[in-house]
């Protein structure tokens, strides 16, 4: 009997420890070995190609109590694209798309948190090969906090978003009839304290 109240004791105290980390202003570190971002963009009108980006860092300002105080800023690093084909991923890397040699990085900063019917959206803005545009990202999250391996407090969110690659001059010289002018992507993220 003593053992099933340690039990619930030590639940609820988690549980709670974990609401605690979001009833005030927080901030977290993205921890890039559990985040990636996805995309995929239709070929041809026939066939969707799917690929990933990692190595993304970053931080998150959460305050719970008013999302418009919270913040997200983030990077991308653009060499570590990956569609599962070698001659297509070395395309992607040149000048003709992400430009690698020259902007290494993608990068993410918010100008507004806001939640509407329970839903969560950002608003930031995207450097993408050197130009930058304004994106919203809808956001499932954040997961209520707990306790990681490693003793530290982590959480995760999860967004997606579209691009137009015309608004970023990204693949220019590929026409809409070969790849979608569409570029959807979801990342997902887990940061810790």
Same mark, same amino acid.
């Given at each position: 009997?003593?053992?099933?109240?340690?039990?619930?004791?030590?639940?609820?105290?988690?549980?709670?420890?974990?609401?605690?980390?979001?009833?005030?202003?927080?901030?977290?570190?993205?921890?890039?070995?559990?985040?990636?971002?996805?995309?995929?963009?239709?070929?041809?009108?026939?066939?969707? +190609?799917? /690929?990933?980006?990692?190595?993304? *860092? @970053?931080?998150?300002?959460?305050?719970?109590?008013?999302? !418009?105080?919270?913040? #997200?800023?983030?990077?991308?690093?653009?060499?570590?694209?990956?569609?599962?084909?070698?001659?297509?991923?070395?395309?992607?890397?040149?000048?003709?798309?992400?430009?690698?040699?020259?902007?290494?990085?993608?990068?993410?900063?918010?100008?507004?948190?806001?939640?509407?019917?329970?839903?969560?959206?950002?608003?930031?803005?995207?450097?993408?090969?050197?130009?930058?545009?304004?994106?919203?990202?809808? +956001?499932? /999250?954040?997961?209520?906090?707990? *306790? @990681?391996?490693?003793?530290?407090?982590?959480?995760?969110? !999860?967004?997606?978003? #579209?691009?137009?690659?015309?608004?970023?001059?990204?693949?220019?010289?590929?026409?809409?009839?070969?790849?979608?002018?569409?570029?959807?992507?979801?990342?997902?993220?887990?940061?810790?304290?």
């Amino acid at each position: 009997m003593n053992r099933r109240i340690f039990s619930a004791t030590l639940a609820a105290a988690l549980l709670l420890t974990g609401v605690r980390a979001f009833a005030q202003p927080s901030t977290w570190t993205i921890d890039p070995a559990h985040s990636q971002s996805d995309f995929q963009v239709r070929h041809m009108g026939i066939s969707n +190609v799917r /690929g990933s980006i990692s190595g993304i *860092k @970053g931080t998150i300002v959460w305050d719970d109590a008013d999302v !418009s105080k919270s913040s #997200v800023e983030a990077t991308l690093d653009a060499n570590t694209v990956n569609t599962t084909v070698d001659a297509r991923d070395k395309h992607l890397k040149s000048a003709d798309f992400f430009n690698v040699a020259q902007y290494p990085t993608i990068t993410f900063k918010s100008t507004a948190v806001t939640r509407a019917n329970g839903k969560l959206q950002v608003i930031g803005n995207l450097t993408l090969a050197g130009v930058t545009k304004q994106v919203t990202l809808d +956001v499932d /999250g954040p997961v209520p906090p707990q *306790k @990681g391996m490693g003793g530290k407090m982590v959480t995760g969110f !999860s967004a997606t978003g #579209v691009i137009s690659r015309s608004q970023f001059n990204f693949g220019s010289k590929f026409p809409s009839a070969m790849l979608s002018d569409e570029v959807k992507f979801t990342l997902d993220v887990e940061a810790n304290q």
